[in-house]
């Protein structure tokens, strides 16, 4: 009998474990946190400008956060408004602001085909030279001319962009090769313009994914940009 009960204690013993499976955890979402110090209140209008000459259905609204400041970690990041109605001649130009004065860095003209979401990518400059630096503010807008002997009636909204170095922990969670990880920790982490780009792309990969298209709106709406929330990705320009 002893001999059977140390045979048992032992096949027991021996016996592999069963795996205990792993908690389910929800999957985490695009969740931007604007910086502290870029959280005072802006206005998407206060640089809009309708001169009579504008056609009323004319609308441009840019993609930016509430504060109306936002963040980038690129040299060359991409900007994105949307814009109505088709066969709208845009301008786009970004400026350097140093003691109150802007310098033009890139400027660029488009027609818009299709009422819609539209993207502007800065090009790299080359030459060892950076399109952005790091630690310095720029103003970009998009514009219409409505009037060619006064541009003071032309139609422009605008917006401000600081480019920022990364702390070495955002670094080493951005080196994931997931699209959605790093989609999520630029939002964690304020990064306003790599988070709607990096979503986009994830969009035009796959239009019909409906997790995208619910984080893509989740992140306008929380920006106040419902109403464009739902308007398609139409043009890429450079």
């Not at 819609?116 to 514009?143: H, N, T």
């Not at 990880?181 to 969009?203: D, F, H, P, S, V």
Request: net charge negative; glycine share 6%.
């Amino acid at each position: 009998m002893a001999v059977f009960a140390i045979a048992v204690t032992l096949s027991s013993l021996l016996t592999p474990m069963q795996a205990v499976p792993a908690p389910i955890l929800l999957s985490q979402n695009v969740n931007f946190q604007p910086p502290p110090d870029l959280t005072a209140p802006g206005s998407r209008e206060g640089g809009t400008h309708r001169g009579e000459p504008c056609p009323k259905d004319l609308s441009i609204i840019p993609l930016i956060p509430k504060s109306h400041d936002g963040l980038t970690l690129g040299e060359s990041p991409t900007f994105f408004a949307y814009v109505s109605p088709s066969s709208t001649q845009v301008e786009f130009s970004l400026l350097q602001m140093l003691d109150g004065k802007g310098t033009e860095v890139y400027k660029t003209t488009f027609k818009v085909d299709t009422p819609g979401i539209v993207e502007v990518s800065i090009p790299a400059i080359g030459d060892g030279q950076k399109s952005l630096e790091i630690g310095q503010r720029y103003e970009w807008s998009f514009s219409v001319a409505c009037d060619d002997k006064d541009a003071s009636g032309n139609y422009f909204v605008n917006g401000i962009v600081k480019r920022i170095e990364p702390q070495e922990t955002l670094k080493n969670v951005l080196a994931n090769p997931d699209p959605m990880a790093r989609a999520i920790a630029y939002a964690k982490n304020g990064i306003w313009y790599e988070t709607l780009a990096t979503l986009a792309q994830m969009r035009r990969l796959a239009p019909n994914d409906s997790r995208l298209r619910a984080e893509w709106t989740q992140l306008l709406q929380s920006q106040g940009l419902e109403s464009i929330a739902d308007q398609p990705l139409v043009q890429s320009f450079e």
